[in-house]
């Protein structure tokens, strides 16, 4: 197992899956085994704290902290007094403060332009650790590893320098107020056409040295303003071809193709992940809609449903989401009981079932209340949600990026939901772009072919499925093509869209199940969405610990998720066929 512990992909250092190659391998991470937790290089970076990062903790530690204390880091004020709030409210203990990292006057950067970042960190007793790792996994908001690195150049060369820790920091962290000039996003359209003119680079022109030489040194703003209103373009559906950043802007169409009247780049707002996206989105549901009770409709995504638990004043969970579920929500709402937003999934994972949209727009139109759905797995390009929806929430890190190598998120706001002036009346104050400059840098590069590779993925994926479907000894193909919910699917699923690169697989035993993972010669680890083929043992990893709960909702132990890539399809089809021989 030379490959255990080790980054996919294996040449990056910001790669965001690790290799879990073997089922024992995975039971073993659960357990925080030696054998296998010795040798993690990586891992998923709200799970693993990236060793950049740790670094960089240690020496803010170094400089500000006490004995007894740890660090979480993360870009601005107004995150870190959240993550303060959380932890003394969830631990009792008061004694969190929060030091603030920024630059030194007197050291001048190379230019005016250059990006820049400050850091804060939120300092707490050791005791208080599973409260700020929790705040770390749910919300998504530490910094990023690219992030840490900039900023560990920066504080080793005396310009990113300790400033007055903040004790006192004020006790209403959810209050809009105007945040610092350099996270507000104003339309960054004609500058970034007119300033921001890089040299084209195709795929053979060493990208990556461009990066190693200029990227955290004296990489200019408007370039990264340019990235950022690229992905927002391509996200809202007027930017589709596959050129370089200068080319492709000067390509954009005028009108967006997602079926909302009036939708344009300034209603999509970028986050460092997808979780990031659905916490500020669940935030802003709580400030504009009232605190009040939201719904978890279909089983989730784990932290989406921590998200909405432990963040105001909690969610009904319908787990199924079935048609009885929706029935079982009208009757409540019917009775009286008010709620502020429904989230779910379109569709849902690791089942692959699609909500009945419809019925639930009509629900959500008759008791006033908003519809956030988050189409990471089924992506713009197969299917189209946002007409039927409020808010669309994705994770960039998977199929729009693809190189498994950056983290990113969106959320995107309906023109024409009648909640969307007090939505964008409320991020005008509220939203911080986050979004740290070099991860966008890569992440539009990632991006420009993301339409063919999504059209490649929806073939191959199909293809497995069906040859799955025809063993013997495979339980159950989870997705959307074979699902009772397919009629729910087709009625959002694009003109030529497809069913999507990822699928579950289930078997009649679990030994089943441990010798077809064991065998099946694909990359194995967390995420999903990659241009390679990647394989988990889903529930072992999300729910180890609640095994028993996640299979009163079909979630089976003996499950195994694969996100399918672009590679050839006999090639794939080859390797499944070993792994479903070696069940023999």
Not at 13 to 37: C, D, F, M, Q, R
Not at 160 to 167: D, F, I, Q, S
Not at 372 to 388: A, K, M, R, S
């Amino acid at each position: 197992m030379e490959t255990l512990g080790c980054p996919i992909p294996e040449d990056s250092s910001h790669a965001v899956s690790v290799s879990l190659p073997t089922w024992k391998a995975n039971v073993g991470y659960e357990e925080g085994e030696e054998w296998v937790i010795g040798k993690m290089k990586t891992g998923y970076p709200r799970f693993f704290i990236h060793k950049s990062i740790q670094k960089l903790a240690s020496s803010v530690l170094q400089l500000a902290g006490q004995p007894g204390e740890n660090a979480i880091l993360v870009p601005t004020l107004r995150t870190a007094e959240r993550c303060k709030a959380f932890i003394v409210e969830n631990s009792g203990n008061k004694a969190v403060r929060i030091a603030e990292f920024g630059r030194e006057e007197t050291k001048n950067m190379s230019s005016a332009t250059d990006i820049w970042s400050d850091l804060y960190a939120i300092l707490y007793p050791k005791e208080c650790q599973p409260h700020a790792k929790a705040y770390w996994q749910h919300t998504g908001e530490g910094i990023s590893s690219r992030r840490a690195e900039f900023c560990q150049r920066q504080l080793d060369a005396g310009v990113l320098v300790l400033k007055k820790p903040l004790k006192n920091t004020r006790s209403d962290p959810e209050k809009p107020v105007k945040g610092p000039r350099r996270y507000q996003r104003g339309s960054v359209e004609e500058t970034a056409r007119k300033t921001a003119k890089p040299n084209c680079m195709g795929e053979g022109d060493e990208y990556a040295e461009f990066v190693e030489e200029r990227f955290g040194r004296n990489l200019a703003a408007p370039f990264v303003q340019s990235a950022k209103l690229a992905i927002r373009k391509r996200i809202s559906g007027t930017l589709k071809a596959n050129l370089c950043l200068e080319d492709a802007l000067k390509h954009a169409q005028e009108h967006s193709d997602r079926g909302v009247e009036g939708l344009t780049s300034e209603d999509v707002y970028l986050y460092p992940c997808g979780m990031s996206a659905i916490f500020n989105t669940h935030r802003m549901m709580l400030s504009v809609l009232g605190p009040k009770k939201s719904v978890s409709y279909g089983f989730p995504y784990v932290d989406t449903l921590k998200c909405l638990q432990k963040w105001g004043p909690g969610c009904y969970f319908y787990g199924n989401g079935s048609a009885e579920d929706i029935k079982t929500l009208e009757t409540m709402l019917e009775g009286g009981e008010t709620i502020q937003a429904l989230f779910c999934e379109f569709p849902s994972n690791p089942l692959l079932r699609a909500p009945d949209l419809l019925t639930l727009r009509a629900l959500a139109d008759r008791f006033d209340f908003a519809i956030v759905v988050d189409e990471t797995i089924g992506n713009f390009i197969n299917v189209n949600v946002l007409p039927h929806v409020d808010v669309v929430v994705s994770s960039l890190t998977k199929v729009f990026s693809g190189a498994s190598n950056v983290m990113g998120g969106c959320s995107i706001l309906n023109s024409q939901s009648r909640f969307y002036s007090r939505f964008k009346e409320y991020l005008k104050t509220d939203y911080e772009d986050a979004y740290w400059a070099e991860d966008s840098i890569f992440l539009e590069r990632n991006s420009r072919d993301f339409i063919p590779r999504i059209e490649k993925m929806n073939k191959n994926a199909e293809t497995v499925c069906d040859l799955l479907r025809s063993h013997p000894k495979v339980k159950a193909v989870h997705y959307p093509k074979y699902s009772a919910t397919k009629q729910f699917y087709d009625a959002c699923r694009c003109p030529n869209g497809g069913y999507g690169g990822l699928f579950s697989a289930t078997f009649h035993t679990l030994q089943d199940a441990i010798s077809f993972f064991d065998a099946l010669e694909t990359a194995k680890g967390p995420s999903l969405g990659t241009n390679f083929t990647l394989s988990s043992p889903y529930t072992l990893l999300a729910h180890y610990t609640e095994l028993d709960w996640a299979a009163q909702y079909g979630v089976d132990t003996a499950l195994v998720r694969v996100s399918v890539g672009v590679e050839e399809t006999a090639e794939l089809l080859k390797v499944f066929e070993i792994a479903l021989n070696a069940m023999a």
